[in-house]
């Protein structure tokens, strides 16, 4: 008896998918589809399953490069009512005595998030406050501004190469609160800095495109659409791995004392209106008195040997050998006419746009050490009073300190806050967090 050959019909669709083009359309798609979800999936499970509001606090004091170039943490420092975020440069990264770090601890109900290190001048910050968009609307921060940020040359290509953040730079210019205005300025303001995105071809692209207008912008937009996502999507995956990392190297008492606070924030019953929308407690404020006089008694132990009233170890360590040399050493030195300035108006003009309400705080230089060093007074306070009138003209909230530039105990060396300085900044900080 003859077998009967039996034939399996295959489904027409798969079929059609043994067709070689076929099978390169789908690829084509699943890589399109992946390289464009990948960066919000892996922001997901990180925000999720790594992150919770005392490890972000934790983070806050214990700043890092990798928080600096990323936008997770500072995304998720925002979202919580009962952190400050600071932006400033190496003032953020030098934790002594009084520093907000030391004062503001979890029962006082704010915890300071500290972005920044030396070299994160006016420009690094547009950057990283244009890649945040809609998470800082309506929320406060301050902004530490530097004085000797504001000299001739403005940022150097150096500092702002090792500081740069592609990252930030994408996300910036697909900012949907930004005007193309505005990112059109900040393009032609990179495009000076060629050597910071050297490794990211397409990101150039980007960039050159932002200043045409019209159909050639468009055109040049479509056709880089995809390798340039391509770059974005691998920054951002990166930003996931490292901010995972960098939470898993955490100890887990410091997590656990801010746990902790949160925890009881939400059982407590003596609440105040906080100045961010929700409601904070202040269990322990600072004894801001008793502050004052640790801090003077410290200052005036730490400082005797000079007569800039610097650190005592500081200043024999660091300024002692070469004395001499540094006399009238900064005599040409110009404070009235800088980039820094404009990179100012940018950095404003990015507040504005996205609605965030910042507090900015102008520091002293150390008055003595400048004196000394040839940097005129009139200098000094042309970028002073520049520097407020700017602030002051946008309508956004001053603190000026500039005036303390010879008061003793301000200052550990020629240009950083300590003791009675910090002080004075932290009860201004409190104040303008808990002060609707």
Known sequence: MALRRMTINEPTTLRQWRNPFSALLLAMGLF??????????????????DLNSGTVAAMGVNPNF????GTILQ?????????LPLYGSSEMSMIYDYHPAKVFTPETGV???????????????????????????????????TPQWYGTGGISQATFEGNFSALHAYKALENPQLSSKLKQKLAQRLLQFPKAYQDFPYLQKV????????????????????PAQVEYASLAVQDAVKTEWNVKKLPNQAVAKYSQYSSNLQIASSQV????????????????????????????????????????????????PKLQERKDSDKTAKYSSSPEYEDLKLLMNVLKEEGAKPLFVILPMNGRWADYTGISRTERKTCYIQLAQMVQREGFVLADFSSHENENYYLRDPWHLAWKGWLDVDEVLYQFYLTN
């Not at 990798?66 to 170039?69: E, G, I, K, N, S």
């Not at 730490?302 to 200043?315: I, K, L, S, V």
């Open 111 to 145: 915890t300071p998030f500290l972005i920044g290190k030396g070299g994160t001048q006016t420009l690094i910050h547009v950057l990283d406050l244009a890649a945040l968009g809609e998470n800082i609307k309506g929320k406060k921060l301050a902004i530490f501004l």
């Open 207 to 226: 960039l050159a495109y932002q200043e045409k207008s019209g159909l050639n912008k468009q055109i040049m937009r479509i056709f880089y659409a995809l």
């Open 66 to 69: 990798d928080t600096f170039q």
């Open 32 to 49: 399109v589809i992946t390289i464009y979800t990948l960066p919000s999936l892996c922001q997901f499970w990180v925000e999720n399953m």
């Open 75 to 83: 995304k998720k420092a925002f979202e919580n009512p009962r952190i």
């Open 273 to 320: 209106k906080g100045a961010r929308g929700s409601s904070v407690l202040s269990t322990v404020r600072p004894k801001w008195d008793k502050l004052q006089a640790e801090a003077i008694a410290q200052g005036k132990e730490a400082t005797g040997n000079n007569p800039f009233g610097m650190d005592n170890t500081f200043y024999t360590t660091n300024i002692l």
